[in-house]
């Protein structure tokens, strides 16, 4: 069965939002739709629909006209088994001591490292993007020169694979939170899947927004893998929320993208310890001074 896509930009969330509600209404109906903040600071949003027919074509230069987006670029997709495409492609990684895979390489995991499965079907966060790449890096790195997370907070989850992480090596409380309701629901599924059950404590919240962060803070180490506008507007609650001399591991953030971040939690008391870069994403590791 063919599939087709028609994808556009356009500037402004409110925008993106209403013409994504407006393609719902087109005949033949998209079966899937998507809204997108593009991660290059532009301000650009993508909207794109799925569809198991040809779409209206005019309909769609109509829609583009009427919310002044890009005209749709309409392509069909070739026939694809996408679970074997994505196993395929999404080999299992190595960060240091850790070991990302998913279920159909777990014949593969080495005796000598730590196993951290997620399916690659999860949500974002299976350890092949350069953001949590970096950030467990960062983490070994960490562990390696004996640093010990007693109180640990992964702020924007995902799949959770950071708190599991930590939770893997530290016997401490762990939470977890995500602003998305499904990605709390995946992290919970990960963590059953790994035999974690009860590791971490994940939970709904916009950033520290939750009264199980407030009481557990102050933190010895935080992660945000998320983009650089939240970062930013997070800098004075990360400095808040984090225990003299703790670390914050974060990321999302394009490398030219990084010196600005530095420097707002610089001016919140969070300095810079290491600058990793992984191809075109930049993960840093910084540290609150008493």
Not at 25 to 31: A, F, G, K
Not at 43 to 59: H, R, S
Not at 253 to 267: I, K, P, S, W
Request: aromatic share 6%; net charge negative.
């Amino acid at each position: 069965m063919p599939t087709f896509t028609a994808l556009t930009t356009l500037t402004g969330k409110a925008a993106a939002e209403a013409l994504g509600e407006a393609m719902e209404r087109l005949t033949p109906e998209p079966t899937g739709l998507g809204v997108f903040e593009v991660e290059d600071d532009s301000g650009l949003w993508e909207v794109g629909g799925y569809f198991l027919e040809t779409p209206d074509e005019a309909g769609l230069a109509l829609l583009a006209k009427m919310f002044d987006a890009q005209p749709f670029v309409i392509s069909e997709l070739p026939e694809t088994d996408w679970v074997a495409h994505v196993r395929r492609e999404l080999a299992p990684v190595e960060a240091g001591r850790f070991f990302v895979y998913g279920s159909h390489d777990a014949d593969k995991v080495p005796a000598d490292r730590i196993p951290l499965l997620i399916e690659a079907a999860m949500a974002f966060g299976t350890g092949h993007h350069g953001t949590t790449l970096g950030c467990l890096k960062a983490l070994d790195n960490l562990i390696t020169d004996g640093f010990v997370g007693h109180k640990v907070a992964d702020i924007g989850c995902g799949t959770a694979v950071l708190a599991m992480a930590a939770a893997r090596v530290w016997d401490g409380q762990i939470l977890a939170s995500d602003i998305d309701q499904v990605a709390v629901e995946v992290a919970e599924a990960n963590l059953k899947a790994n035999d974690m059950e009860g590791a971490v404590d994940c939970m709904e919240a916009a950033g520290f927004d939750a009264p199980a962060l407030a009481e557990a803070a102050p933190f010895d180490l935080i992660f945000a893998n998320i983009l650089k506008g939240p970062l930013v507007a997070l800098a004075p609650d990360v400095a808040a929320h984090l225990r003299d001399e703790g670390y914050a591991i974060l990321s999302g953030l394009l490398n030219d993208q990084a010196e600005e971040v530095m420097t707002v939690y610089a001016q919140n008391g969070i300095n810079l310890v290491e600058r990793t870069s992984i191809g075109d994403w930049t993960t840093l590791l910084l540290q609150k001074k008493g």
